[in-house]
């Protein structure tokens, strides 16, 4: 009983003050708008945002390195994601032009074209994400997140230091 106690309290506390709890969950509600605004195209949000990464390098293509760095996603996760947007035909992946060792990434024609008919359903789903958090919470989340994300951009310590202290 004192075990069930004390995993009800720790779950109390978690689910209370843990910053990963909260913005996994509020993660999953935002990217549902998103992923329901895509699905006409197949496509679900973090396949979006890598097309657009991808995509930013224009035709030369984006080493796979810089994707990890710009989307601070594992190696392996980005792996596991370019294949899936190469089997649809959507991503091309190449040895690099200088050092075969480094892949670059270009999208395919499929692809721009499917980035650029998402464009449409991206943005209404932006809006009415928008629109449901309300103009000030949104401009507030958007720095929130940005803050996080210039806190851990230059991480290349072990993950339980990748963010650094602000003191």
Not at 8 to 30: M, Q, T, V
Not at 54 to 71: H, N, S
Not at 123 to 134: D, S, T
Not at 142 to 147: P, R, S
Request: aromatic share 2%; glycine share 8%.
């Amino acid at each position: 009983m004192k075990d069930v106690d004390a995993s009800i309290k720790a779950s109390e506390e978690i689910r209370s003050a843990c910053l990963s709890f909260r913005s996994r969950r509020a993660a999953r509600i935002i990217t549902r708008a998103y992923d329901d605004a895509l699905r006409p195209l197949g496509l679900q949000a973090p396949q979006l945002t890598l097309l657009s990464a991808i995509a930013a390098a224009g035709l030369k293509g984006q080493r796979v390195p810089v994707l990890v760095d710009v989307l601070a996603i594992d190696p392996t996760t980005i792996s596991r994601n370019l294949k899936q947007l190469e089997k649809g035909g959507l991503a091309e992946v190449v040895s690099g032009p200088s050092d075969r060792r480094v892949r670059v990434v270009t999208l395919t024609g499929k692809g721009r074209e499917i980035l650029a008919a998402a464009l449409p359903l991206w943005r209404a789903a932006h809006r009415q994400v928008e629109e449901r958090l309300g103009a000030k919470m949104a401009m507030h989340l958007a720095e929130a997140l940005d803050g996080v994300a210039r806190l851990g951009r230059d991480c290349r310590a072990p993950r339980e230091r990748c963010l650094p202290d602000r003191g």
